[in-house]
């Protein structure tokens, strides 16, 4: 696992804590001095504290969300999402009501429910992209249902933002074409370019990617 310390200068919500076990091998003396790095990290942003706290927390963070199931590169990004958290929300840590670890994997927690979300989201808008294009092309491997573990969303924030509007109306909120021309006030062929030409990005993009 080879993880790049965050560059130090999400809505994650750091204010409310979800109690976690910690494993026996976790010592008061270790507990104390991880409260005492992320302190220090809050009090007076030392990335000194906060690479100590990053070396030791980091291994397993990364096995936790491993043996959630988040795939590999998913999982080194999500710890890298939360490391900046740490970071950015230090000022919220309260040792009077959870300890440096418990806090910090409360954001993971977080992270993942989000990451989750996420492949709802992406699941959601693979099926129903299936459904409307069966039959279409026999012949072409259908790339956007090989698209899972959020690769569609970060393909999606590519396309020109007209064209973004027109595939999650029509493919997460079930709009046909039609009626998106009616509420965007534009020619029902516009809407129809539109989607075409942004399956076709999807597409390459995708492959680029792969």
């Given at each position: 696992m080879i993880v790049r310390m965050p560059d130090m200068p999400?809505?994650?919500?750091?204010?409310?804590?979800?109690?976690?076990?910690?494993?026996?091998?976790?010592?008061?003396?270790?507990?104390?001095?991880?409260?005492?790095?992320?302190?220090?990290?809050?009090?007076?942003?030392?990335?000194?504290?906060?690479?100590?706290?990053?070396?030791?927390?980091?291994?397993?963070?990364?096995?936790?969300?491993?043996?959630?199931?988040?795939?590999?590169?998913?999982?080194?990004?999500?710890?890298?999402?939360?490391?900046?958290?740490?970071?950015?929300?230090?000022?919220?840590?309260?040792?009077?009501?959870?300890?440096?670890?418990?806090?910090?994997?409360t954001l993971v927690r977080n992270r993942v429910i989000d990451l989750e979300r996420a492949a709802r989201r992406d699941l959601r808008l693979t099926g129903v992209y299936v459904e409307a294009t069966r039959g279409a092309h026999p012949d072409e491997p259908d790339?956007?249902?090989?698209?899972?573990?959020?690769?569609i969303a970060r393909v999606l924030a590519q396309l020109p933002r007209e064209q973004q509007e027109v595939v999650l109306r029509c493919y997460v909120e079930g709009k046909s074409q039609r009626e998106i021309a009616r509420e965007q006030r534009v020619p029902l062929g516009t809407i129809k370019s539109r989607a075409r030409l942004a399956f076709e990005r999807l597409k390459q993009l995708i492959k680029e990617s792969a």
């Amino acid at each position: 696992m080879i993880v790049r310390m965050p560059d130090m200068p999400s809505s994650d919500d750091a204010s409310s804590v979800v109690r976690f076990p910690l494993p026996a091998d976790v010592s008061v003396a270790e507990r104390s001095e991880e409260n005492a790095w992320l302190l220090r990290v809050k009090s007076a942003a030392d990335p000194h504290a906060f690479r100590r706290l990053f070396e030791r927390l980091s291994p397993r963070i990364h096995s936790y969300l491993r043996r959630g199931g988040i795939a590999p590169a998913d999982a080194e990004n999500a710890l890298q999402d939360v490391w900046l958290v740490v970071w950015r929300k230090a000022a919220q840590f309260d040792p009077a009501l959870a300890s440096a670890r418990t806090w910090i994997f409360t954001l993971v927690r977080n992270r993942v429910i989000d990451l989750e979300r996420a492949a709802r989201r992406d699941l959601r808008l693979t099926g129903v992209y299936v459904e409307a294009t069966r039959g279409a092309h026999p012949d072409e491997p259908d790339l956007l249902a090989q698209a899972l573990g959020g690769r569609i969303a970060r393909v999606l924030a590519q396309l020109p933002r007209e064209q973004q509007e027109v595939v999650l109306r029509c493919y997460v909120e079930g709009k046909s074409q039609r009626e998106i021309a009616r509420e965007q006030r534009v020619p029902l062929g516009t809407i129809k370019s539109r989607a075409r030409l942004a399956f076709e990005r999807l597409k390459q993009l995708i492959k680029e990617s792969a």
